[in-house]
């Protein structure tokens, strides 16, 4: 399972400037990676595990700005295509992460 945030958030001051900071950084405390500037992904072993992340993604959201976060299945991760300058690449492996309960 895969969850996927994407976001669009304003930074015209500095006060928007550093709540999109604080949340790109709260998304990479909490074990996400960056896919694209705008999009960050993390896999989860079960649809639980997301499910915990998903709560973590809403209770960081900035007051501005339009957030969206998907769950998608390994399979359809799997058959995403990604082009960089007109050739194709592969997709990264997903890193595994110890969890402490």
Known sequence: MWVL???DLP???KKERKASARFRKDLLADGFTMFQFSIYL???P??????VHIRRVKAMLPEYGKIGIMRITDKQF???EIFECQHQTKLQ???QQLELF
């Open 5 to 7: 945030v994407f976001f």
């Open 11 to 13: 930074t015209e001051t």
């Open 42 to 44: 993390r896999h989860c």
């Open 46 to 51: 079960s649809a639980e595990n997301a499910d």
């Open 78 to 80: 799997e058959d995403m």
């Open 93 to 95: 492996q997903p890193v």
